[in-house]
């Protein structure tokens, strides 16, 4: 059986939506819940708004309990869809930036190297 660590962020698979949070079955021996105080950072009006039933996702464990096979888990503060990475270890360089905020970057950008080339 896989040995689990408090803090650490592993891949797991929704099993369940409730009003309440969300359920995850982690491996075939362990369980756990995303309590939706746990969900986001910001209010959770839906859990539905974040997972859905079936989706693979990262979450982060805070606490086992190795008699009950059970799991608290945590998807707020990292990228649980993609990467699993702690929110602030996610390059928000200006590849990351929106389009509105890019834009004009891009466009001085090809103008000075068209007018470079004239």
Same mark, same amino acid.
């Given at each position: /059986?896989?040995?689990?660590?408090?803090?650490?962020?592993?891949?797991?698979?929704?099993?369940?939506?409730? &009003?309440?949070?969300?359920? %995850? @079955?982690?491996?075939?021996?362990?369980?756990?819940?995303?309590?939706? @105080?746990?969900? @986001?950072? =910001?209010?959770?009006?839906?859990?539905?708004?974040?997972?859905? %039933?079936? =989706? =693979?996702?990262?979450? +982060?464990?805070?606490?086992?309990? &190795? +008699?009950?096979?059970? /799991?608290?888990?945590?998807? +707020?503060?990292?990228?649980?869809?993609?990467?699993?990475?702690?929110?602030?270890?996610?390059?928000? @360089?200006?590849?990351?930036?929106?389009?509105?905020?890019?834009? &004009?970057?891009? /466009?001085? =950008?090809?103008?000075?190297?068209? +007018?470079?080339? /004239?």
């Amino acid at each position: /059986m896989k040995r689990y660590h408090v803090g650490e962020v592993i891949k797991c698979t929704v099993s369940g939506v409730e &009003p309440y949070g969300v359920f %995850v @079955s982690v491996d075939k021996n362990f369980n756990g819940l995303i309590h939706i @105080s746990e969900v @986001s950072n =910001e209010f959770v009006r839906d859990v539905n708004d974040y997972v859905n %039933v079936g =989706e =693979e996702i990262y979450v +982060k464990i805070l606490e086992i309990d &190795p +008699k009950d096979h059970q /799991m608290k888990l945590s998807i +707020k503060d990292i990228d649980f869809a993609n990467t699993g990475l702690e929110r602030d270890e996610i390059d928000t @360089s200006s590849e990351f930036r929106s389009l509105k905020e890019n834009l &004009p970057i891009w /466009m001085n =950008e090809k103008l000075e190297e068209y +007018k470079d080339n /004239m």
